[in-house]
C-alpha cells in the first residue's frame, strides 16, 4: 500500500518512514532489493518525473500554477513604497509653525507638507500668486461697502480691483441746457450712486432779445419779438429808418428796436447827440450831428464861442457866421493859439470871432485895443 503526504508541508520523511511499495527496502540509500539498477522515477505521490518535465517546458501550465499558488504583490508594494517617499515638506497638519506668511497672509492649513496661505481681512490676491514662486502676497487692500455691490461712488465696492466699473461714462464732457442757458462740464456719480449725470445744471433764461442769441433758452434764436426793427448800420443804437420797422435779421444788421438815425453811416450822428459833435472846440463839418434838421452853424451853441468852427464847402477851416453857413477865416482871426505868429495869441470876447492879439492886448468884436 502507498501513503501520500501533503507537498506543502514543511515535514520530511525521516529514516523510521518508509514507502511501502511492496518492497522492502533494506538499505535506504541505494537502490531498492528489486534489483533495478536505475533511480526510482516515481514520485512519492504517485506521479512520474515527466509531469515536472512538461510543466516546464509548457509555459502555460506553468502561468496558471504560479498564479494559484505565487500572489502578485507588485502593486501593493509600489503602493508602501510610494507612500514611504512622500517629502514632508515644511509642515503637517498639526504643526504648521515653519510657515512664513506672505504679506497680508496667514496660514490657512498644510496639504502634502506645502504650507498653505490666506489673505488676511481686508486684503485680496488679485494678481492670483499666492501660491506660486516670488508671490507678493495678497497686494490689494479693500474692504466691501454697498454689501459688496458695486455703485457709482469712487470706491471699488465689489473689491475687484476696479472703482465704478459699469459707468463708462465718468469724466466725459457734457452739455446741459439750450441757447444762452447752455452750460458744459463734465459726467459725475449722481448723489444716489445709481447713475452718472453732468456736473453743471443750466443757466437761467432770459427776456428774448434781436441780438442773433437765444436768450429764453427755447431753442430758438432770437423768436416771438416784436416788428419794429431797424438796421444799425454804424452801430451808434439807431436805425435807419428808411430800412424798417421790419423782423428782427440779426445777420443782416436789422437788431435795434429805434429808428430816427438820420445818417447811419456816421456813428457820432444820431438823436441826442452833443450839437456841435464829439469833438468841441476842432474843426467839425457843418452837418446834424443830432439829427435836429440844423447843421452845426445853426445850432445857437455853436454860433459864438472856440467851438463854433466848421469846415467851409471847399475843405478850408471856417467859423460860423451870423447866419447858418460856415464862413472861411478872415486874415487875423484864428482857431487857436497856434494860429497865430510872431508872439501873437488868439483871444476872442464874446460875441465875435477869435483874433490873433499881440501880447497884453485885448480884442473887442475881432478889433484889437
Same mark, same amino acid.
Given at each position: 500500500?502507498?501513503?501520500?503526504?501533503?507537498?506543502? /508541508?514543511?515535514?520530511?520523511?525521516?529514516?523510521?518512514?518508509?514507502?511501502?511499495?511492496?518492497?522492502?527496502?533494506?538499505?535506504?540509500?541505494?537502490?531498492?532489493?528489486?534489483?533495478?539498477?536505475? %533511480?526510482?522515477?516515481?514520485?512519492?505521490?504517485?506521479?512520474?518525473?515527466?509531469?515536472?518535465?512538461?510543466?516546464?517546458?509548457?509555459?502555460?501550465? %506553468?502561468? &496558471?500554477?504560479?498564479? /494559484?499558488?505565487? =500572489?502578485? /504583490? *507588485?502593486?501593493?508594494?509600489?503602493?508602501?513604497? %510610494?507612500?514611504?517617499?512622500? $517629502?514632508?515638506?515644511?509642515?503637517?497638519?498639526?504643526?504648521?509653525?515653519?510657515?512664513?506668511?506672505?504679506?497680508?497672509?496667514?496660514?490657512?492649513?498644510?496639504?502634502?507638507?506645502?504650507?498653505?496661505?490666506?489673505?488676511?481681512?481686508?486684503?485680496?490676491?488679485?494678481?492670483?500668486?499666492?501660491? &506660486?514662486?516670488?508671490?507678493?502676497?495678497?497686494?490689494?487692500?479693500? &474692504? =466691501?461697502?454697498?454689501?459688496?455691490?458695486?455703485?457709482?461712488?469712487?470706491?471699488?465696492?465689489?473689491?475687484?480691483?476696479?472703482?465704478?466699473?459699469?459707468?463708462? $461714462?465718468?469724466?466725459?464732457? !457734457?452739455?446741459? *441746457?439750450?441757447?444762452?442757458?447752455?452750460?458744459? *462740464?463734465?459726467?459725475? !456719480?449722481?448723489?444716489?450712486?445709481?447713475? /452718472?449725470?453732468?456736473?453743471?445744471?443750466?443757466?437761467?433764461?432770459?427776456?428774448?432779445?434781436?441780438?442773433?442769441?437765444?436768450?429764453?433758452?427755447?431753442?430758438?434764436?432770437?423768436?416771438?419779438l416784436p416788428q419794429n426793427y431797424y438796421r444799425d448800420g454804424d452801430g451808434d443804437g439807431y436805425g435807419d429808418e428808411s430800412s424798417g420797422p421790419v423782423a428782427c435779421d440779426f445777420a443782416n444788421g436789422v437788431?435795434?428796436?429805434?429808428?430816427?438815425? !438820420?445818417?447811419?453811416?456816421n456813428a457820432d450822428v444820431h438823436p441826442g447827440a452833443p450839437v456841435c459833435g464829439p469833438n468841441p472846440g476842432t474843426h467839425q463839418p457843418a452837418i446834424d450831428y443830432n439829427c435836429s434838421g440844423r447843421t452845426? !452853424?445853426?445850432?445857437?451853441?455853436?454860433?459864438?464861442?472856440?467851438?463854433?468852427?466848421?469846415?467851409?464847402?471847399?475843405?478850408?477851416?471856417?467859423?460860423?457866421?451870423?447866419?447858418?453857413?460856415?464862413?472861411?477865416?478872415?486874415?487875423?482871426?484864428?482857431?487857436?493859439?497856434?494860429?497865430?505868429?510872431?508872439?501873437?495869441?488868439?483871444?476872442?470876447?464874446?460875441?465875435?470871432?477869435?483874433?490873433?492879439?499881440?501880447?497884453?492886448?485885448?480884442?473887442?468884436?475881432?478889433? =484889437?485895443?
Amino acid at each position: 500500500m502507498v501513503n501520500c503526504i501533503d507537498i506543502g /508541508t514543511s515535514e520530511k520523511p525521516g529514516p523510521a518512514d518508509t514507502l511501502d511499495t511492496g518492497v522492502t527496502d533494506t538499505n535506504a540509500d541505494g537502490p531498492s532489493d528489486t534489483g533495478e539498477s536505475g %533511480a526510482d522515477t516515481t514520485d512519492v505521490d504517485g506521479n512520474s518525473d515527466a509531469d515536472a518535465d512538461a510543466d516546464a517546458s509548457d509555459p502555460t501550465r %506553468a502561468d &496558471a500554477s504560479d498564479a /494559484t499558488s505565487q =500572489p502578485d /504583490t *507588485g502593486d501593493a508594494e509600489d503602493a508602501e513604497d %510610494a507612500g514611504s517617499q512622500v $517629502d514632508p515638506g515644511d509642515c503637517t497638519s498639526e504643526d504648521t509653525s515653519a510657515c512664513v506668511a506672505l504679506a497680508n497672509t496667514q496660514v490657512a492649513g498644510c496639504v502634502l507638507g506645502s504650507c498653505i496661505f490666506e489673505c488676511q481681512d481686508g486684503y485680496l490676491d488679485l494678481n492670483g500668486d499666492i501660491g &506660486a514662486a516670488g508671490s507678493d502676497g495678497c497686494e490689494y487692500a479693500c &474692504a =466691501p461697502t454697498n454689501g459688496g455691490v458695486e455703485i457709482c461712488d469712487g470706491l471699488d465696492n465689489n473689491c475687484d480691483g476696479q472703482v465704478d466699473e459699469g459707468f463708462a $461714462d465718468l469724466g466725459d464732457a !457734457c452739455t446741459v *441746457g439750450l441757447g444762452q442757458c447752455q452750460r458744459s *462740464g463734465n459726467i459725475v !456719480c449722481s448723489a444716489d450712486g445709481a447713475q /452718472t449725470e453732468c456736473s453743471v445744471k443750466p443757466g437761467l433764461p432770459s427776456t428774448e432779445t434781436c441780438n442773433g442769441l437765444d436768450d429764453d433758452c427755447d431753442g430758438v434764436i432770437d423768436n416771438n419779438l416784436p416788428q419794429n426793427y431797424y438796421r444799425d448800420g454804424d452801430g451808434d443804437g439807431y436805425g435807419d429808418e428808411s430800412s424798417g420797422p421790419v423782423a428782427c435779421d440779426f445777420a443782416n444788421g436789422v437788431t435795434i428796436t429805434r429808428g430816427g438815425d !438820420c445818417d447811419d453811416t456816421n456813428a457820432d450822428v444820431h438823436p441826442g447827440a452833443p450839437v456841435c459833435g464829439p469833438n468841441p472846440g476842432t474843426h467839425q463839418p457843418a452837418i446834424d450831428y443830432n439829427c435836429s434838421g440844423r447843421t452845426l !452853424c445853426e445850432e445857437f451853441a455853436c454860433k459864438w464861442g472856440p467851438e463854433a468852427l466848421c469846415l467851409t464847402d471847399d475843405g478850408d477851416d471856417g467859423r460860423c457866421g451870423m447866419g447858418s453857413t460856415c464862413q472861411k477865416l478872415a486874415d487875423g482871426e484864428c482857431r487857436n493859439d497856434t494860429d497865430c505868429r510872431f508872439g501873437n495869441y488868439c483871444a476872442c470876447l464874446t460875441p465875435g470871432p477869435s483874433v490873433c492879439c499881440p501880447d497884453g492886448q485885448l480884442c473887442l468884436c475881432g478889433e =484889437p485895443y
